[in-house]
């Protein structure tokens, strides 16, 4: 019953972190490559106009080397038409051949100036010239470099400065807004994450309460009929007194009603101890105890009862050690397993045995009983609990004495399990916390 709960549990973690991520990152990624190609496409565009706009004032400027005057018209014209150009220089090569004088320039202070770096170099050797970014203060350009003429006439080389301040300007811009809507997307999600874990916590609390419900339909009719049965044996027997019966007949009823009422004690106050356990209100009080005085009449009673029934009884006392635990509980407990192991046996033996490792004492009460299938296995410390076979269905009990023996012994710091093959039989471990020495 117990591990659904935390199933849901995670599955719900489990879907919030998906939608957190895959939503909020599929936002983020998509806005990303969508930028970052339009930059890639842009530069390139760029780059290709550049390299029009760079062709054809190269073969005008070619023709234009003698009139410098001319070129520089040409050069103050074309710059003012197009924004992205901030800077034209056409070069005359310089005689020697070892660098490029300006001639004309969008700026009029770098006539004379003589370039010999390298990318100038470069694109005199190169038909297609050379094309580089730069950086300046914050700002990249494409800088491009074309030879005009050739060695035969004059030559020399135009510069182009392509301005990207408006395409980056634009990335920017775009980059924060995707931000801004991966943030809004993100606080979305948030809400409809904080709506969806509201909905499956009341979710979880509804089946809870189904499970609840359902354990206590279980308990009313479970109580009902295990309650409803001995008083209808008492009422016949009492009424079988009225009868003026013989007097080994009466003995025989008396004892009857006597054992009936006995169970239904038993019943009751099993019902109890289930209560004040669920409410943390069964007093416990663990002390250092002799584990010799509670078993050993313990193992004289359950000896009978199993010798009555045709069994062996076994008991290995070996050296019995003082443990820390409550002695009416442990009792308590034992006695429901002894009794459990004659109940559920039909014939062989049963044996109980004491064993100490370090600071556990571990009394395990074996029988060669029915069995329990590994099925069953998984319920049997389940309240209510009982297998259910041909051989168990006239066995009465109220399937409480199990759990109410497991929570009493984690109670006082100790443990009780099971191992069991159906057929074969059973073997039930109490341990507990051996008192310090
Ligand atoms: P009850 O015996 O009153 O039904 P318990 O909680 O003590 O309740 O036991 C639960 C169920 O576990 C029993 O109904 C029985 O089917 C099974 N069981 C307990 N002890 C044994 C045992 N020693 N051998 C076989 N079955 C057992």
Known sequence: MKPLPVIRKYSVIAYAVVLIFVVTGAVFWNSFSILRRFEDTTDTLL????????????????????????????????????????????????????????????????????????????????????????????????????????????????????????????????IVRSYAVTAVTLVFVLILLVHHLRFSRYAVRALDLEDVNRMKDDFISMASHELRSPMTIIRGYADLLGEEPTEEERKEYVGKIATTTERMTELVSDLLDVSRLEQGRLPIDPTDMSLRETLVPLAEDYGKAAKEKGLDFVFEEGDLPTVHADPARVRQILVNLLSNAVKYTAEGSVTVSVATERDRVTITVADTGFGISSEDMGKLFTKFYRVKTDRTAEIQGTGLGLWIAREIARKMGGELGAESIEGVGSHFRLSLKKADS
Do not use: C, H, M
């Not at 005057?69 to 710059?79: I, M, N, P, R, T």
């Not at 090569?93 to 300006?102: P, Q, V, Y």
């Not at 990249?140 to 182009?160: A, M, P, Q, S």
């Open 47 to 174: 780059l290709s106009k550049a390299g029009v706009a760079e062709e054809v004032f190269g073969i005008l400027s070619a023709e234009f080397l003698d009139a410098p005057d001319v070129l520089q018209e040409k050069v103050s014209e074309l710059a003012a038409r197009e924004p992205d150009i901030s800077a034209i220089v056409v070069y005359e090569r310089e005689e020697d051949g070892d660098g490029f004088r300006a001639v004309a320039s969008t700026d009029r202070e770098d006539i004379g100036t003589i370039r010999t770096e390298l990318p100038y170099l470069l694109a005199w050797n190169e038909d297609a010239g050379s094309a580089f970014l730069g950086n300046e203060g914050g700002t990249r350009y494409w800088n491009i470099v074309k030879r005009i003429g050739n060695d035969d006439t004059r030559g020399g080389l135009v510069f182009f400065r392509f301005s990207l301040a408006e395409n980056d300007a634009f990335v920017r811009d775009a």
